[in-house]
């Protein structure tokens, strides 16, 4: 009997169809008239099962036609099981991925705070442990000339080095403002609105008037648009960019410096442009690192950390900036910022 089972069993496996078993002298020997192995098919008509069921009277088409119904009931009810089942599997899987990630953006947080504790700490000691040697310098390079000058004019070359130390320590000085206000740059809380260019790029424009004075300088400001930021720190980045053009371009006798929008469905170029010296477009990468200058000391001033800072602030909006020049003619700053901001 049970290997006419197992027989009956492969086929419906092998072809997918039902099988019937009737005039067999083992069903007799149990009491059964026919028997019928039926394929539970689910979604994909794909069998899930085997579904066999026995006769004791007589069997017609109608009997062979409610079994094939009631297989196709169960196929599908057990293939919506197994699917539930693997719902179920995939959603405690999903909990615990969720659950891991979780726990390492929650880690990665902690290690980020404690980071940054530990950067504010080591900036004000480096402050503190730098400025201390600078104003001995500057106080006792202070206190030299003036012990000298009460002997009589000291030689020319003893004021002039006297000078160099003095103006030394201030640029130290300098650098390690800039360097704290780079540290803090990256600390430093957003607060989000709605930003009109237009009017920030002006109020930087009257900041710079002192930069101006004594010289020829036209600023073309076409229509800016409004975008989602910190009016405070997109202000720094255009009081850089405008200094900068402002700077590089005093060689000129009339400065021409240009302020224009090239606006697209998700995002705006802000872009800068001046008349300047400009730079030499194959060391355009470094612009935007810290401490990299592509002019000398002697011709202009700087540290090199405002750009840093320009890019900093922008990656901070979610956007980018990029350089663009011709040596001795001409440099384009483009600041990229998107038009929506965080949900």
């Known amino acids: 009997m049970a290997a006419l089972i197992s027989s009956g069993l492969a086929r419906t496996v092998q072809t997918g169809e039902a099988v019937v078993l009737e005039r067999h002298p083992l069903l007799h020997s149990v009491g059964v008239s026919a028997g019928v192995l039926l394929p539970l098919f689910g979604h994909d008509q794909t069998v899930r099962g085997i579904l066999g069921l026995a006769y004791r009277g007589e069997v017609g088409d109608r009997d062979y036609l409610l079994a094939e119904q009631l297989a196709g009931r169960f196929g599908i009810a057990l293939d919506n099981a197994l699917l539930r089942d693997r719902v179920a599997r995939a959603q405690r899987d999903l909990q615990q ?12 947080t902690r290690d980020l705070e404690e980071a940054n ?19 001995h310098m500057a106080g006792f390079s202070d206190l ?20 160099v130390m003095a103006e ?16 803090r740059m990256g600390r430093q809380e957003m607060r989000r609105g709605d930003v009109d260019l237009g009017t920030l790029i002006m109020g930087v424009w ?14 073309r400001v076409k229509q800016l648009p409004n975008v989602p930021g910190d009016a405070n720190l997109l202000r720094q980045v255009f009081m850089n960019l405008l200094s900068n ?9 009339v400065a021409y410096i240009e302020v224009w929008a090239e606006v697209r469905a998700e995002q705006a170029d802000i872009l800068v442009r001046d008349n300047g010296v400009g730079f030499d477009a194959r060391y355009t990468d470094k612009l935007f690192g810290v401490f ?39 440099a384009l700053f483009r600041v990229t910022l998107p038009l929506r901001g965080e949900d």
């Not at 030299?144 to 000078?163: I, M």
């Open 117 to 135: 504790r530990e950067l504010e700490a080591f900036s004000y000691s480096v402050s503190h442990d730098l400025r201390t040697p600078l104003r």
């Open 206 to 219: 009257r900041d710079l008037e002192l930069d101006r004075q004594g010289r020829t300088v036209e600023l």
């Open 245 to 253: 053009a402002l700077k590089y371009s005093r060689t000129r006798e």
């Open 144 to 163: 030299l000339g003036k012990e000298l000058r009460r002997s009589g004019e000291p030689p020319a070359k003893v004021t002039r080095y006297l000078k």
């Open 292 to 330: 990299q200058r592509l002019h000398r000391a002697e011709e202009f001033e700087g540290t090199g950390i405002g750009l840093a800072n320009v890019r900093r602030i922008v990656a901070r909006h979610g956007g980018h900036v990029s350089a663009e020049s011709e040596l001795g003619a001409w």
């Open 97 to 108: 991925l969720n659950q891991s990630l979780e726990d390492r953006v929650a880690q990665r």
């Open 168 to 183: 030394a320590a201030d640029r130290m000085n300098t650098l390690i403002d800039d360097l704290l206000e780079f540290s």
